[in-house]
């Protein structure tokens, strides 16, 4: 059977299987090439690439700068790849995902357009059971979950939503072909990062947008421009120690982090350090200061500054405040990068829609009514994000040791061993799953560190004769506890966030993440492996 052929693979065995062929699930294979396993990749979309393959709406860019965000694992690929712009955008971190899939022939074991529904550890055997939609029912040693983070796209359901007679997306599942937006009346529903990207390219494009905003977001400009070869010559000549420095950095991210309190400073002082972190761009203004993210009173000043900016921008006093976050400390969910997204409210094709003051009440056939009136529209965009973390996880059917479902033991909130591994499910490793840095990094240095960590594992355990590895429950207890504990001495946990779980009704209230930072965290990591393993319990 070939990778992405039609049919099931029935009664195929292999050493591990991967779900996903994003990232994470790509390297993995890589990894698991090298080590002389078998693997299978079942991958949903018909592409690589998983995040970079759905979300291909307008303005869809990444906000962590393209030498950055990319591979550190191949020298060769490293200095080859040209990146064209300071931020790349989406269609081309897409192409870097093909170049590489392509580079280390990696389609062949990946099965495209297929989703794993079931996974069932068989304590007998020691084994996974894989079901796909499509009909595959393998068998395999290690499961490898490289579904990501932000994957499962939700839509809220608003009364009606069926009824409209337009045409609706949700900015993770955009269209390949694209979509024509000239002349349009489009309705926006969701300001975080997508929204933020999404809305100044569709007013360049649309008649007119009508943006629905239920809590301002902080944004922070990323004065994107194309590459300058000099400082990607540059870059290229320094990777070695530039990688090893995002490795331990606190977000695996060049970015300066200044250890100073923001109320020592002088006014004056403020203003220069604030002043020249907006100028460079992007997450450069959360290192500004060391207690911006721990201290409310320090946290507001820099908050302020930024609405100053907002105020700067948006010519209408009112539509300025509207855009303010005054509910949530800057930095505490997720900081956005835009392009021109404030002075977008300077169009004049341009509404904004306060839906806390204004509700959305329904979607009739010809547009959105809010409490306030009527707004029509011929498109709605739903820019209205994700059960992060947890959700395309759970959206398989796992299984475990005794036939626990995952479901059921995440009931109260995930629960996991330094986010690789969670107790009862043998075998299974999470990359970049809940209780590692994940969501609060560079995803590439994350994944990268993962998977290495994953396969340097499984070569010991081939060559321990380890059949099995589990997290120990003591040990996950006590890490749930730490990351709880750590998250608790930061502002997080003050912001109704995804990275809370807030964004979905009924789901539990638990900071998932864990903000101890990239460099401490590896460190936790390998020392676990360097002491054998510890906490986690190994089976001949
Ligand atoms: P998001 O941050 O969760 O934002 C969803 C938006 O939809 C929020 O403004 C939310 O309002 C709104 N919303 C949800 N349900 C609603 C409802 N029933 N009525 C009205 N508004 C509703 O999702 P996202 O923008 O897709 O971003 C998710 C994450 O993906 C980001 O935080 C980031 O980590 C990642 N991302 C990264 C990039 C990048 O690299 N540039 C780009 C896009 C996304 P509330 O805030 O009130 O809930």
Known sequence: ?????????????????????????????????????????????DGVGGTWYWNR??????????????????EDLEQEWEWSERYPSQPEILRYAEHVADRFDLRRDIRFGTRVTRAAYDGSTRRWRVETDRGDRVECGFLIAAVGCLSAARVPGFPGADSFRGASYHTGRWPHEGVDLTGRRVAVIGTGSSGIQAIPVI???????????RTPNFSLPAWNRPLDPEEARWVKANYAALRQDMRTSPVGLLVAFNDRSVLEAGEEERAREFEARWAEGGFAFLGAYGDMSIDPEANEVAAEFVRGKIREIVRDPEVAERLSPRDHPIGSKRICVDTGYY????????????VRRDPIKEITPTGVRTAGGHHSVDVIVYATGYDAMTGPLLAVDITGEGGRSLRDKWRAGPRAYLGLMTAGFPNLFTITGPGSPSVLSNMLVSIEQHVDWIAD?????????????????????????HVNEVASYTLYPRADSWYMGANIPGKPRVFMPYAGGVGAYRQKCDQVAADGYEGFVLSA
């Open 1 to 45: 059977m070939t990778a992405g052929g039609g049919g099931g693979e029935p009664g195929a065995r292999y050493d591990a299987v991967v779900i996903g062929a994003g990232f994470s699930g790509m390297y993995m294979l890589h990894r698991l090439r090298g080590l002389g396993m078998s693997a299978r990749v079942y991958e949903a979309g």
């Open 203 to 213: 007013a360049g494009q649309a008649a007119h947008v009508t943006v629905f905003q």
């Open 457 to 481: 594992c499984l070569a010991r355990l081939r060559a321990g004769g380890i059949a099995t590895i589990d997290a120990d429950p003591a040990a996950e207890d006590a890490w749930v506890a």
């Open 343 to 354: 002075s977008t409210y300077n169009r004049p094709n341009v509404t904004l829609v306060d």
């Open 57 to 74: 709406y307008p303005g869809a860019r990444c906000d962590v700068e393209s030498v950055q965000y990319s591979y550190s694992f191949d």
